[in-house]
RNA sequence: GGCGCGUUCGUCUAGAGGCCCAGGACGCCGCCCUUUCAAGGCGGAGAUCGCGGGUUCGAAUCCCGCACGCGCUACCA
């Protein structure tokens, strides 16, 4: 029986779910999964100036679109609670005190002002910065009298001899000189605390055995561990993942658009899709496998095999396994979505409620031809509206721009669907007339279709042509053949 | 500047001394199929494993140095 796991995800609500929240909580959620154990999801709130409302709701959509469930948090309670930071100020506030009264930690009154020169003067000399230690040694008796009266923060007083050694399951052991390390704030002069504080109560009294965060936190290690050790408890294991990075190589930031989870969803990714790219991004199950369901990552999934080094966020990627998993879904499920990416960006003036049988025949058309569901309403479009313009050369494009040819089909095809009796109008007298150009033309087909399929859909690249013409209707195919033909005299 | 982490095809990665003159996937290119576009099938190009030393009969794999990139360096997380 291998001993039950406990790890967290702790986002700030402080804007949308990021991708790179995502994948953190996903190998969390699967670490998990594969080990037997909770998933507690807090929220650290304790940032009151970067609090954004709507990123809670944010947060749990995002993580509930991959599957990803908690066993305790804010909206599901537990025996651990509460799971918002801001409402477990007592519990920081003592946890600070035992730290001061153990001379672990000490009140600071340096404003801000002088914090920032002290800074700037640090970094001019090129020297490390850091606090320099100005309130340190302030007689307890003195500070506590001070504190009374003047703002102040509370500082945790860091051991500056020897080394501190991480363990990291990731990247095995990793040595921070104490020297080099400063006394930082643990407790807010407004009475928050900072992660720090907050972290080490929190995890502690949550019984969390498991850190599994991003790598920018590698760097601050050294003051969890000397904090749990101050505490006299015994510190969680830490993962640090790779960063989620650029193109540029940088760690990818809201600055860089495209980061916030619950957009991919919106502009139909799949959830599929989404898992499989981000299990694969600093993870790997072999050399061979490539795609991989949700429940079989829950039940692989292995921290030894995440790998140190930072990847690439490459969409094309993405891409390529949303239509993948478009492809791989079953045809009644996919005829429902399509039915509701339609109605949601078809434009108002098409008919609503959509005809079933309508989407029923479209629906196959389009499944392996599209990569994001937002792309779908496109490529029908021409069905319910009237054609925009579109440019000549569009017509001419992929016949070599002969101008001549283009001409010569589109006549044939006039006279081919003027033809079909309207009683008798469908797919297959629409594709045995459009057909028979072949011999009118003595072409094949393939050679100067691309000019009908721009005549009716206006792009070179859409749906198949005989069913898109039946679905047309006798009339507007002609229009539309013959506005074609007027562009091109 | 300091400290830390990282470095295998364009990208994500496999690789834990000989199976590797390096495997898979995405992307790219070509062919086939075909009513355009896709999808699908088949094939191809693509990595002197960051550089330089060492250890070893043998190194992508171990050691040392260097370079480069990134992260952290807040009373933000």
Redesign the pocket.
Known sequence: MSASVRTRF???P?GDLHIGGLRTALFQWAFVQANGGQIVLRI?D??R??YAEGSIESIYEGLRWLGIEWDEGPDVGGPHGPYVQSGRLDRYHAAAAELRARGRAYH?????ER?ARL?KDQEAD??????DGRCRDIPVAVAEGRARSE???VRFRMDRSGVTTLSDLI???????NA?QDD??IL???G????HLAMLVDDHEMEITHVIRA??????APRHLQLYEAMGWSPPRFAHL??L?DS????LSKRDGDVAALDYRDRGYLPEAMLNFLA???W?L???T?HISRTEFARVFSLD?V??????F?T??L??LN??YI?SMPSALWRETVATWLDRDLPRDAPRPLDPVLVATLAPLLQ???VRLDELAGLVRFLFDDLPDYPTSLLVE?IGGDVELALRALDAALDAVEGVDAVAWGPATV?AALRSLQDTLALK??KF??VL?VAVMGA????????SVALLGRERTLARLRAAREQLT
């Open positions: 702790a986002p700030s402080t650290e304790t940032d100036d970067r600071c009154f340096c404003p801000p914090l800074r090129r020297q490390p910065t850091g606090y703002p102040s923060a990247r095995g052991r990793v040595t921070f000189e080099l930082f704030v807010k002069s407004g928050f605390p900072t992660y790598e920018e936190w590698l760097a601050s790779p960063l990075v540029a190589g940088r760690k694969f991004l600093g790997s072999d050399d061979k490539s095999r790998v140190p080094n930072p990847a690439f490459d094309d990627r891409d390529a239509g993948h492809r392996e031809r599209i992929r594709e087909l393939r279709v691309s399929y070179p690249r859409g749906i198949p042509l005989f069913e």
